[in-house]
Each structure stands twice: as C-alpha cells, then as structure tokens.
C-alpha cells in the first residue's frame, strides 16, 4: 500500500510538468448498454484517475482527414455538441495545436488526455469509448502499455435494452436485417463486439487486458473493485462504489435535459431478460448466439431451440456477417 501511495505522488508530480501531453492509461470498451457508463464512474471516482468522456465523434473526424488535425478541424470540434462534456476550456483547446502546424491524431490526443488530467487534478487519464471495443489493435500499436478494460453482459440483457433504446435505429437498425428480425440482428450484432473484443483483448495478455462481467459487479461492486484496481496498479479506495453520493445530473453538461435526475447507484435488477424477455425473443436470440453465452458461463434458457429458429438464425447470419464486411 506504501509504495502504491508512492507511485500516486510520483505520478502527481509528473502530471504537474508534463501536462501537455500524455499517454492514455486505459480504455474502457465493451458492446453499448452493458455497462461502461457505470465502469465509468466508479473508475473516474478513484482519486487517481480520470475519465474522459466517449470520443467517438473525435477519432471519426479524424479517419476522414488522413489522421492530421489541423486549426480548422480543431475550430469544429469545438462547436460540436458533445464537446462541453469534456470541460475544457475552449481556448484551451484550440492552444493544445500550439503553433498551429497539422499535428499527427495520436500527438493532439496526447494533448487532450494531459489538458483533461490537469483540469481534474489526476494523474492518470483514461477514455470510455463503447465502440473501441473493435479498435483494440489499433490504439495498443498507438499506446503499447494502454490497458483495455473489457465489460461484458449477458446479450439477452443487453437485446432487452436495445429494443428500448432511442438510438437502436441508427446503430443497431442500420442494418438491413433489423427490421425483419431485431432480435436475431440485436443478437449477432452483440456476438460481433464481444468476440471482437475477447479475441483482440487476449492477444495483449492478463497485464493490459480485463474483462469484467456487468453481473459480477452488480453482485459483488467491492470485490470487483478491488480486482481492476489491481489490473491497473492502484489502490483500492472504497470512493469508487459510492461514487453516487450527492451526485445529481447538474453535474454534467447534459443537465438541461434532466436538471434533477440523480445518478444511480449500483443497482440490481436493471434488466431481467427472464421475466422481461417473451419466449419466442429469448429462443431467437440463444438461437443466433447461444454458444458465445455458454463460452461467457451464461446459462441458455432453451438448449434445443426449434428447426425454424435455427433456420431464421443461420439466414440473418448470412445477411448480416454479409453486410458488416461491406
């Protein structure tokens, strides 16, 4: 625990000299609605770390520019919607370009991930990104020593709040396949993420790799606390599971919205696909990706679902691996 503490104020120390750039500590992925927004919090909660929100709509911008960020780029970003969840100054920002020459994407974030820790006073600086569950190889061959940390949930759990959710149509339903069968789409789209992350997360090793299942957590927070901390080399404070406490959304930029909804605890019972699931949906879905739920220890509902479910499932399939290759 003493030498712990020690690495926290060497740390500290080099963040307050070296603020301009840093490299990211850790990312957070794993397929939407499984729990990465309570990862999250109960990571940024930890005195040492902090979290960066989602930056999607960063790294997307700069795929299309050939990987330069440029004065004009950095002027949009600015005026994008989700840029006040960072806050960080605008000034700020833009003089992270310093003498405004196009700088490489991996150098400017740098920069963004060292503004964003000193602005919250923390060492360590990390970023939540659900859809960097798929670009596992690329950011370790930009950051060799950044850690992944993995959250998986029981797909079904996950369909449960796919179906309810205000943005399946232009995530999950841009593909063809949703609208004859969401479920089955919702099941292999899942499949998909979680396989990809696994698969690219064991290549790095138990050293920058974590899977955490949501289940575990919601079980047992302090347990599974205690197990990251580990995985990232700091202590363990008990902050991390209250990270609720007095927490209102007026502290987020999104606050307009919902000025008086107060964050959530750790909390059980979110989804139950048992009682919240029809039959005919739970055999669709076990059908298309049963077996990834029995690799996870995910116990299956249905253990010989009907010929016509296997049928619908190896159809679907074809469509969809089709057109996520296109």
């Not at 000299?17 to 999250?40: E, K, M, N, Q």
């Not at 960066?52 to 004009?72: K, Q």
């Not at 999950?172 to 292999?188: F, H, K, Q």
Request: net charge neutral; with cysteine; charged share 25%.
């Amino acid at each position: 625990m003493m030498e712990q503490r020690a690495q926290m104020s060497r740390r500290m120390a080099k963040q307050t000299t070296d603020y301009h750039g840093c490299d990211p500590y850790l990312f957070i992925v794993g397929c939407a609605r499984s729990g990465t927004t309570l990862v999250h919090r109960i990571v940024d909660a930890h005195p040492e770390i902090a979290i960066s929100p989602e930056m999607h709509w960063i790294t997307r911008e700069f795929e299309s520019r050939n990987g330069l960020v440029a004065s004009e780029l950095v002027s949009e970003l600015t005026g994008h919607k989700r840029f006040a969840q960072f806050e960080i100054p605008r000034e700020q920002f833009v003089a992270l370009l310093g003498s405004g020459e196009a700088l490489p994407y991996p150098t400017f974030l740098n920069r963004v991930f060292g503004l964003y820790g000193k602005i919250k006073n923390k060492p360590l600086v990390g970023n939540k990104t659900p859809a960097f569950v798929r670009s596992i190889p690329t950011f370790h061959s930009l950051w060799p020593d950044a850690k992944f940390v993995h959250i998986i949930r029981d797909g079904r759990d996950v369909c449960i709040s796919i179906l309810n959710w205000k943005k399946a149509d232009r995530i999950v339903g841009r593909y063809a396949s949703w609208e004859e069968d969401p479920v089955s789409t919702t099941a292999l789209w899942w499949e998909r993420k979680v396989r990809k992350g696994r698969e690219d997360g064991a290549a790095l090793g138990p050293g920058l790799y974590h899977e955490m299942h949501y289940e575990d957590l919601i079980d047992d927070p302090q347990r599974e606390c205690k197990r990251l901390c580990a995985f990232l080399g700091v202590p363990y404070d008990d902050v991390m599971i209250r990270f609720a406490e007095g927490k209102t959304r007026t502290d987020l930029p999104s606050a307009r919205k919902t000025p008086k909804k107060a964050w959530l605890p750790i909390t059980s019972g979110m989804r139950n696909w048992r009682t919240e699931m029809p039959a005919t949906d739970i055999q669709r879905f076990e059908a298309a990706a049963g077996n990834l739920l029995e690799e996870l220890g995910y116990e299956r509902a249905v253990f010989n679902p009907s010929s016509e479910a296997l049928e619908q499932a190896a159809r679907i399939r074809e469509a969809f691996t089709r057109e996520a290759l296109a």
